[in-house]
T-cell receptor, first 113, second 115 residues
Framework: AQSVTQLGSHVSVSEGALVLLRCNYS??????LFWYVQYPNQGLQLLLK??????LVKGINGFEAEFKKSETSFHLTKPSAHMSDAAEYFC???????????FGSGTRLSIRP | GAGVSQSPSNKVTEKGKDVELRCDPI?????LYWYRQSLGQGLEFLIY????????KSGLPSDRFSAERTGGSVSTLTIQRTQQEDSAVYLC?????????????FGPGTRLLVL
């Protein structure tokens, strides 16, 4: 069965610092992987997704993630945090035969001035 | 174009009452999904529609929960005899074709509070 683990329910970084949000997945087949962001009082928005093409995926707002099969990881990074990046981030997994996305528990990102 | 819309945005009800939550997907999207977001359980899949059919209802937590979709468009999630543990944000999403790699577009959610 597919599952996602996000390490750290809350991450705090200084403005301008590197953002690293960790995600590990479990899947019996090559998965599709997603990062969604949820700003306060808003719905979820897709940041980026991996669908078996390039292992380094670039998304919106300067975020990127690298699919590492050997580590079963799909960590999200951004070189320089901005105050507007403060939000909840969800990693998610789907399998080719599945009709649904399984979400991780989320990581709340705070940005310190 | 317009995104996914949901109504009402907030709903307060008394335990034991029935509630209906509505979702209007993006026009032309054949797939529609319902999720529930709560503090204790995170984001949980409830049900998936392809057209008017629901091939995956595996996430519905009990028989008090049901959903339908008509005209390949609007969907209604009904919760009968609401319980306090039903309090959550109910999110609807749609995608163009329903494939597992497709982007799902989410609505703003309906915040349900059962007193």
């Amino acid at each position: 069965a597919q599952s996602v683990t996000q390490l750290g329910s809350h991450v705090s970084v200084s403005e301008g610092a590197l953002v690293l949000l960790r995600c590990n997945y479990s899947s019996s087949v090559p998965p599709y992987l997603f990062w969604y962001v949820q700003y306060p009082n808003q719905g979820l928005q897709l940041l980026l997704k991996y669908t078996s093409a390039a292992t380094l995926v670039k998304g919106i707002n300067g975020f990127e993630a690298e699919f590492k099969k050997s580590e079963t990881s799909f960590h999200l990074t951004k070189p320089s945090a901005h105050m507007s990046d403060a939000a909840e981030y969800f990693c998610a997994v789907s399998e080719p035969s599945a009709s649904k996305i399984i979400f991780g528990s989320g990581t709340r990102l705070s940005i310190r001035p | 174009g317009a995104g996914v819309s949901q109504s009402p945005s907030n709903k307060v009800t008394e335990k034991g009452k029935d509630v209906e939550l509505r979702c209007d997907p993006i026009s032309g999207h054949t797939a529609l999904y319902w999720y529930r977001q709560s503090l204790g359980q995170g984001l949980e899949f409830l049900i998936y529609f392809q057209g008017n059919s629901a091939p995956d209802k595996s996430g519905l937590p009990s028989d008090r929960f049901s959903a339908e979709r008509t005209g390949g468009s609007v969907s209604t999630l009904t919760i009968q005899r609401t319980q306090q543990e039903d309090s959550a944000v109910y999110l609807c999403a749609s995608s163009l074709g329903g494939g597992p790699a497709e982007t799902q577009y989410f609505g703003p959610g309906t915040r349900l509070l059962v007193l």
